[in-house]
Nanobody
């Protein structure tokens, strides 16, 4: 069982930055790929960034060059550094843990609002 708790969301002005954190319980964190997803009102949940257990990363085109995903296996935590935020980034951001042949785990989400 893996439990995920996101933090770091909030209100930020356009052009600003935020860093999201997702802390995972358990000692098996290092075996899971970790992803950040977001869901804006009236829209489907979408992948923002993902990092594999080996450290390979991929990003949605809309965030490339602005967002950076990283993980610290010693702290069982994955981060999403978000720079140059714009109003289109406003959404609830969710953390997900996935591993082939195992069930996925989701966090409860953290709200990010970009507004002046």
């Amino acid at each position: 069982q893996v439990q995920l708790v996101e933090s770091g969301g909030g209100l930020v002005q356009p052009g600003g930055s935020l860093r999201l954190s997702c802390a995972a319980s358990g000692s098996i964190f290092r075996f899971y790929a970790m992803g950040w997803y977001r869901q804006a009102p009236g829209k489907q949940r979408e992948l923002v960034a993902r990092i594999t257990s080996g450290g390979s990363t991929n990003y949605a085109d809309s965030v490339k060059g602005r967002f950076t995903i990283s993980r610290d296996n010693a702290k069982n935590t994955v981060y999403l550094q978000m720079n140059s935020l714009n109003p289109e980034d406003t959404a609830v951001y969710y953390c997900k843990a996935d591993r082939t042949l195992y069930k996925d785990y989701w966090g409860q989400g953290t709200q990010v609002t970009v507004s002046s």
